[in-house]
């Protein structure tokens, strides 16, 4: 989130989208509900079925799956031709105003792509700004040059009108217009809107752009960086964004660094290419302190390692290549990945494919799962999977992990919030906290390599792992998490004189400002320097007080960066410093005492003296986004299965979306990878045969894989069994009635799974393009353990990710639907 | 003790059902087993061991779709039906909280409050022959906190306060979003409050009974019948020995005139 | 004794005794721990039972033993407490009871006043054991249905153990004589001359006389 849960109750306008927070987040309907109590904000669910999100909204309308951004597309045009954009922000905080290079083409020009795409990937080399002698971007204020972010943005939207909008999305073109008019309302420097977006929006093929769409709306219309606005990634686990924070990515390291690639061989290289320059005195360039974070961080794994050693013992990935979920189970399938640790993870009912992955987990010689109880994943082989354990040589070890209250450490939440939580209870039985079975991992490790030795054992010999130490009886004892919290703030290694400060090796470094490049500090994660000092953890603070009365709650535990609330704040105020909205200021200038106030600003510095979005290298908010792999402004693409040709343009699907079902072809690989890869594209003899479009989502009662959920007598109770929902409509023409058994396929799964039909008045056939296109939903909770079990619902989805970040295609793909004869 | 109500604001509700869960944890009821319903519903009805119960009803109407999800349990009325029906004296008590609060100790399991409940609450165990509903929960609200219910909720759609404070609310709350609160008859008040939504009607959502009341049948055996019980016997036993004393006993003539005995 | 005994009439058989008893004793019982069970100020008779719970067991049985003994006594009194044109006559003097008659004709088995009373409590009884079914497990019933049975199950037992209380005086104090035969079976011919005229003559004339 840009911004956190309280600030909601900010919005003008709150618009769910890709989301169904009102189940999945229901918290976050707290806040919600009183934007619309105390003033009177206006609730708008876009989903492609009407949810308990919609049942509570002010306005709901439809699109079907996949359609984001023609629906977003179509706003954006309304927003630009009616003038409604926050014209002063659009010029001064964004890159609307940025010349572009005039070999620059997109859609508008080549029917549905952009310039440069060659054999699936684009060269993005027209993808540039005009720029000075500095270096600097060429800007036209006036933001009438023809080559201008804004002229070039507007000529892409001006596609989206509200006929083939309409007719893409299967939507009422007037309750679109509704929806236009009252979400890009808050224009206006004193009203805000904010988006609410979760799965449903970054589960495409071109999930990232979903969201590029909301960003690029919020900042035409001046809602990002103001109370109430924003784009607000709703995360899904409490935990979520510590997660992604602390890098459990492949293409991260904790920070947001970047993991080295096998080209960067020295760290020299890597922190050259790592950080971004700007001549600009202007920009603030905060990326450009990269070197602090990297060396910190590297101090961190290795204390006694120089930088050039330590950088030399990180793994690097190759160049262009991914190693997210789908490609891991490709190479688990493959049978080159041996071994494999799920931790807290269920991926042989969460994945995509999950068929594909549970054959796969049979090609590993090992298997270790780490939960609560037993999980698919954990119990694979056994014949509640509906296989021979005879044939299964797998070896498999369950660790049973304790519960978040069985443990002590800190929690991120969407808002950023690093929250302590304290241990309310032992963990039964044998079961440990995450902490004690990877210390005793890490020593196990370390005694290995220091006895056998092994190929390059030094990483892990000189690992710097001081939260524990092992016990006479060679097991590990209480490993601290107080000591790996001080570890990811970040300490002095030596005595370090800063601005005249003297910092004694061992103090604690007070924030990610004071991080040094030379190797005299070390931080495991630069964005939580400043949450531990040397006499409070600030993540147990719990005071409620809240001064400013902006709800930012700055006592009450901790937020990164630097307890900022709300972050790029420094785009709610003016050039003058002074706040967009006067009834819910973010932060203001005030002139006496030369400080702002308010919430932790983006840098302390006086207004107009720095570009707002101090994180970009050029300080401006991109509209336009060349940094993204499939273009820089979203363009509309159906899902890699769609009934529907793109009516938009002649490119069907994303054009540089990696195509596993066509890979794997190639490789002649393995039968069952080919089946569990297999889509069912538009144009293909298969298309006919799986005519209904299908979503997974989740519902309130069960969370995820259901590892935590199913096994739980009172969740079980509200939701026991696996099942679809459907319009009374397809129930009709396939003979279905609800509480039926229905056989449900995909061409990954032709055998098809079983679940009760749910046949509803909330679901309704999609009028796409003059042809009537029925939809469905599953849930995806269930699986073969627990108190209540069902079937696998992503037995049956795509193996296909998004062009930029591999997340899976949960969200759009083709099946059949047939009562299932008891 | 002042005396409290529960306020449900419809508006709010987005039916998460985490009032049905922390009702079951603190009150330490078993879950059921349940099958698939067709609906989200689940269990489909109150029972023994489901107090509170989250509602769905779908309604496809002109103005768009309805899915309202409704909060039901004990309405805890001012003047129960159930404390008036039940014959075992503390196994329903109507408190000075407001809170009508049933002991398991002292139910015989006559199901009289069952018939008595406008609101079709209170539910029967044939295994432990005894009633079971919502207490409001009185073990927490006489500790100072709200009912475990109000407390999970996360969308401020249950609230628990002082009765004039959420009365006042509620009125204030219905005038805003231009619905009403239910019910809303002053001869039969109850501490659990509703605020509807304009465009749904009562009527139409299951389990609802628009016009509460004391059944009129309770009343007429409570406050008519029962009273005459020992008013006719008492009557007729005075009128007896009035009899024998005016008149004296009938004796047998020896072939006399007529008369008879017995009656 | 033996001389009296001559003068006496087998008056009741020991199944009709069998029957009145268990008849008075549930409808007695039943009335005295229903009463328990309605009037929270008598807790003192569900204390003495037992409890509540066990009262509330012990009107459930008393009551089968009622409806039971309802049936039964409706099979053999049924005959003789048919209404005949003499009773109207026997009605509108109220029997004697409260002021001279001169007319009284000569009663069957049965005066008309026994005869009212039976039919009430066949009536009401039949009301109030049905309604105590219904109250028995309401659960399957309708509710408007359940809760006029609770109404009605009151009403019944108001009417019932009214009249129950005229019998009682009428079969005891009032009327000295009668309630020997509801132990023994035997009256007086007096006696049976005097409330039983007809009965007695009927039964003469068949040579069917006392021993």
């Given amino acids: 989130m840009t911004n956190h849960w309280i600030d909601i109750a900010h919005a003008d306008v709150i618009m769910v989208i890709g989301s169904n927070a009102a189940e999945n987040h229901p918290i976050s309907f707290k806040w919600v509900n009183e934007a619309r109590e105390k003033r009177g904000a206006k609730l708008i669910s876009v989903d ?116 083939t909008v309409c007719k893409i999305t299967g939507g009422d073109p007037v309750l679109y217009e509704e929806i236009y008019d009252l979400y890009t309302s808050t224009y206006k420097p004193e009203k805000s809107a904010t988006i609410m977006y979760a799965m449903g929006a970054t589960q495409h093929t071109y999930g990232s752009q979903n969201v590029r769409s909301y960003a690029a709306l919020q900042l035409l219309l001046g809602n990002i960086g103001v109370a109430g606005g924003g784009i607000n990634a709703l995360r899904g686990e409490s935990n979520v964004q510590g997660s992604t924070d602390h890098a459990a990515l492949f293409h991260i390291l904790p920070g947001y660094l970047k993991t080295p690639t096998a080209s960067q061989q020295t760290y020299e290289q890597y922190v050259k290419e790592s950080t971004p320059v700007s001549n600009d005195p202007m920009s603030a360039n905060w990326w450009g302190n990269y070197p602090k974070y990297s060396a910190s961080l590297l101090k961190a794994f290795w204390r006694d390692a120089d930088l050039e050693t330590g950088y030399s013992y990180f793994g690097k990935i190759d160049n262009g ?79 049973p992990a304790a519960a978040s209250m069985e443990k002590e450490g800190s929690i991120s939440n969407s808002g950023r919030w690093a929250q302590w939580r304290w241990k309310a209870a032992d963990p039964p039985g044998d079961a440990r906290d995450d902490l004690y079975i990877m210390t005793e991992l890490v020593f196990k490790l370390k005694e290995l390599y220091k006895k056998e030795g092994g190929a390059f054992p030094e990483p892990i010999l000189d690992l710097s792992w001081d939260y524990a130490k092992m016990g006479m009886d060679g097991h590990v004892h209480h490993p601290n998490p107080r000591e790996v919290a001080r570890e990811i703030n970040g300490f002095f290694l030596k005595d370090t004189e800063i601005k005249g400060t003297l910092y004694k090796a061992g103090q604690m470094v007070p924030s990610f400002a004071f991080l040094q490049d030379d190797g005299s500090t070390c931080s495991g994660n630069w964005l939580y320097c400043n949450s531990i000092s040397d006499s409070e953890n600030r993540m147990m603070r719990r005071e409620t007080s809240d001064p400013s009365g902006q709800g930012f709650y700055h006592n009450w535990s901790w937020c990164w960066p630097v307890n900022r609330r709300i972050i790029y704040n420094r785009a709610s105020v003016d050039e003058q410093g002074r706040p967009w909205a006067k009834d819910k200021p973010v932060i203001w200038w005030d002139g006496l005492s030369k400080k702002w106030l308010g919430d932790v600003p983006d840098g302390g510095w006086a207004p107009g003296s720095k570009y707002a979005f101090i994180m970009l290298p050029h300080g401006h908010a991109r509209l336009f986004a060349p940094g993204m792999t499939d273009g820089p402004f979203p363009e509309h693409y159906e899902p890699l299965e769609s009934q529907v040709r793109n009516l938009i343009s002649a490119q069907q699907e994303s054009p540089v979306i990696f195509r596993w079902d066509k890979a794997v072809q190639e490789q002649v690989c393995d039968p069952m990878l080919v089946e569990g890869a297999a889509a069912c594209v538009f144009g293909s003899p298969d298309k006919d045969k799986f005519p209904i479009v299908c979503t997974t989502y989740r519902v309130t009662e069960h969370w995820q894989a259901g590892q935590m959920t199913r096994w739980l007598p009172w969740l079980g109770e509200l939701v026991p069994d696996m099942f679809i929902e459907l319009s009374e409509e397809l129930a009709k023409e396939k003979g279905i009635r609800n509480g039926d058994k229905v056989r449900i396929t995909s061409i990954r799964n032709l055998e098809g799974i079983v679940a009760y039909a749910m046949v509803t008045k909330r679901f309704k056939p999609f009028e796409v393009d003059g042809k009537k296109l029925h939809q469905i939903g599953m849930l995806w909770h269930f699986g073969y353990k627990g108190r209540v079990t069902g079937s696998i619902a992503n037995d049956l989805t795509p193996l296909i990710g998004d062009a930029n970040t591999m997340i899976p295609e949960y969200k759009a793909f083709l099946v059949d639907v047939n009562r299932e004869e008891v | ?21 922390a009702c079951k944890q603190w009150n330490e009821l078993p879950a059921e087993k349940t099958g698939f319903t067709g609906s989200l519903q689940n269990p489909m009805d109150l029972s023994y061991s489901t107090w509170c119960l989250i509602r769905y009803d779908e309604f496809d109407e002109a103005d768009g779709m309805k899915w309202i999800m409704r909060h039901d349990a004990c309405m805890h009325c001012d003047w129960p039906a159930c404390v008036k029906a039940c014959p075992s004296p503390g196994a329903l008590v109507k408190t000075d909280s407001g809170a009508v609060v049933h002991d398991p100790n002292y139910c015989i399991g006559c199901k009289a409050c069952i018939v008595a409940c406008p609101f079709d609450i209170p539910r029967y165990s044939e295994h432990e022959e005894k009633i079971a509903k919502c207490t409001l929960c009185y073990n927490r609200i006489t500790d100072g906190k709200s009912p475990a219910c109000v407390t999970a909720c996360p969308t401020g759609t249950l609230e628990f306060g002082p009765k004039e404070d959420m009365l006042a609310k509620a009125h204030a709350r219905a005038e805003a979003v231009g619905g009403s609160v239910y019910p809303n008859n002053p001869k039969y008040e109850t501490h659990v409050i509703y605020v509807v939504p304009g465009d749904v009607k009562l009527a139409a959502l299951q389990h609802v009974n628009p016009n509460p009341k004391m059944p009129t049948t309770i009343l007429w055996w409570k406050n008519l019948f029962k009273p005459f019980t020992l008013i006719g016997m008492g009557g007729v036993a005075g009128m007896a020995a009035l009899h024998y004393f005016i008149k004296g006993p009938h004796r047998v003539e020896k072939k006399e005139e007529g008369g008879e005995a017995d009656g | 004794m033996a001389s009296s005994r001559e003068k006496m009439v087998y008056v009741s058989t020991a199944e009709e005794r069998i029957i ?17 069970l309605m009037f929270h100020s008598w ?61 009284l004709p000569p009663c069957g088995m049965y005066n008309a006043g026994q005869k009212l009373f039976f039919w009430c409590v066949f009536a009401f009884g039949i009301i109030v054991v049905l309604s105590g079914i219904v109250m028995f497990n309401p659960l399957p019933f309708n509710v408007t249905l359940a809760r006029w049975a609770y109404m009605l199950h009151v009403m019944g037992v108001l009417v019932i153990a009214s009249f129950f209380v005229i019998h009682l005086y009428l079969g005891t104090v009032g009327n000295p004589g009668t309630v020997q035969i509801m132990f023994h079976g035997w009256a007086t011919r007096e006696y049976c001359e005097f409330h039983k005229g007809k009965w007695l003559a009927d039964r003469e004339s068949k040579g069917d006389a006392s021993e």
């Fill in chain 1, 48 to 163: 492609p079925r009407f949810t308990r999100t919609s049942a509570t909204s002010d306005k709901y309308a439809r699109l079907r799956s996949g359609t984001d951004i023609a629906f977003m597309g179509g706003m954006i045009n309304y927003a630009i031709s009616k003038g409604r954009i926050q014209k002063d922000y659009v010029i001064n905080y964004t890159n609307a105003s940025f010349l572009v290079n005039p070999d620059f083409r997109g859609p508008a020009d080549i029917d549905g792509i952009f310039s440069g795409l060659a054999n699936g990937k684009y060269n993005k080399s027209t993808w540039s700004y005009q720029t000075d002698a500095d270096g600097n971007p060429l800007k036209d204020t006036t933001l009438t040059d023809p080559n201008c972010v804004f002229q070039l943005m507007k000529k892409h939207y001006a596609r989206y009108d509200m006929k």
């Fill in chain 1, 321 to 399: 290549k991914n190693y997210s979920t789908i490609p891991i189970i490709e190479q688990m399938a493959s049978g080159k990945i041996k071994g494999l640790f799920c931790w807290g993870q269920n991926p042989a009912v969460g994945c995509p494919s999950s068929r594909l992955v549970r054959r796969a987990l049979a090609k590993l010689d090992w298997l270790v799962a780490v939960d609560l109880w037993e999980t698919e994943t954990a119990a694979f082989w056994q014949t509640d999977a509906g296989v021979d354990p005879a044939y299964i040589n797998t070896e498999v070890f369950l660790l």
């Fill in chain 2, 1 to 21: 003790m002042a005396e409290y109500i529960k306020l449900i604001d419809l508006t709010k509700c987005t039916g998460c059902r985490g009032c049905q869960v």
């Fill in chain 3, 20 to 36: 009145h008893w268990m008849l008075a004793g549930s409808c007695l019982f039943a009335l005295i721990t229903g009463l328990g």
């Fill in chain 3, 43 to 103: 807790e003192i008779i569900p204390t003495m039972l037992g409890g509540y719970y066990a009262t509330k067991w012990m009107h459930i049985f008393s009551g089968v033993v009622f409806a039971i003994s309802l049936v039964a006594a409706s099979i053999i009194w049924w005959e003789h407490c048919k209404f005949v044109p003499d009773d109207l006559k026997w009605v509108s003097q109220a029997g004697g009871y409260l002021w001279e008659a001169h007319d």
